[in-house]
Structure formats: C-alpha cells, structure tokens
C-alpha cells in the first residue's frame, strides 16, 4: 500500500508545477477528500508502477484521456475502457500514435474481459505474467 504522506512529500520535491502543488496542499488541508487532484493520482499510480514492478496499466473510464497520457512514461502496455462512443472516438484520435495504448469502448464489466483476453494474446511470446503485472484504476 503506498503512503499517502509519502506520495505527497514525493510530489512536493518533484518538478511539479507551483498550481499543481498549491492544489495538493489545498486539498490536503481539506482533509484529502474524495476525489483526489490529479496530480496525487499520477504520482499514485507512478508509485505503484515502481513498488510493484509493473509495465502494464488498466483503466475505465478514459474520458479525456489524461490519466492515461500521464502513464504513458510508466507502463510499455496501457489499455482503457470509455462507455461514451464520442469520448472514446475522441480518445482513438488523441493516441492513434502510440501503438502501447488499447482502447475498447463499451460497459467496462465486458471491456475487461475482452481486455484481458487481448492481453494474454498479446502475451503469447513470453514466459507468462503474473497479477503485479497490471495496475488496475478502480478506485481513484
């Protein structure tokens, strides 16, 4: 389990930008409600990519798409689910050149399993994975 105090104390001595840590530290004495700021999410999920030794990340909900371009540096395989058809279309535009992003549009309790089934296919070359290979996106 990551820290919290530790992954803001991370986010302070990073290069983050002067608003983004003006927003952790509003939040922060808000009493860390609900939804988090982004920034506490990247550096979330970067944690978790390092603790667990991770190249693969999971979400649903794309929505603009900015969870997933800041994950980009983190994982070699990145894969998001969108029920909307417009966010989703909107989302194959913005990383039809990144070939390590796999969008799938539709109800993510079908979106998963049509995931994971692309992914051990993809996955046919090597010696297999294990659960701590996927960061999956549920909570935040």
Same mark, same amino acid.
């Given at each position: ?76 395989? %990145?894969?998001?689910?969108? =029920? +909307? /058809? ?7 535009? *913005? ?5 390590? #992003? ?13 995931? %994971?089934?692309?992914?051990? =296919? +993809? /996955? ?7 659960? *701590? ?5 549920? #909570?935040?």
């Amino acid at each position: 389990m990551i820290d919290i105090l530790s992954c803001i104390k991370n986010i302070l001595v990073d290069k983050t930008s002067i608003g983004k840590k003006i927003a952790l530290n509003h939040w922060v004495k808000r009493g860390c409600p609900i939804p988090p700021p982004h920034v506490y999410k990247i550096q979330t999920i970067r944690e978790y990519s390092k603790q667990y030794h991770s190249n693969y990340f999971v979400e649903t909900g794309t929505f603009w798409g900015t969870t997933l371009k800041a994950s980009l540096k983190y994982f070699r395989y %990145l894969a998001s689910v969108e =029920l +909307s /058809k417009e966010l989703y279309h909107k989302a194959q535009i *913005k990383f039809k050149h990144y070939k390590k #992003v796999h969008l799938y549009n539709g109800d993510s309790a079908v979106a998963l399993t049509d995931m %994971l089934g692309d992914f051990v =296919l +993809s /996955k046919n070359d090597s010696i297999g994975f294990s659960a *701590k290979d996927f960061i999956i996106r549920i #909570v935040m």
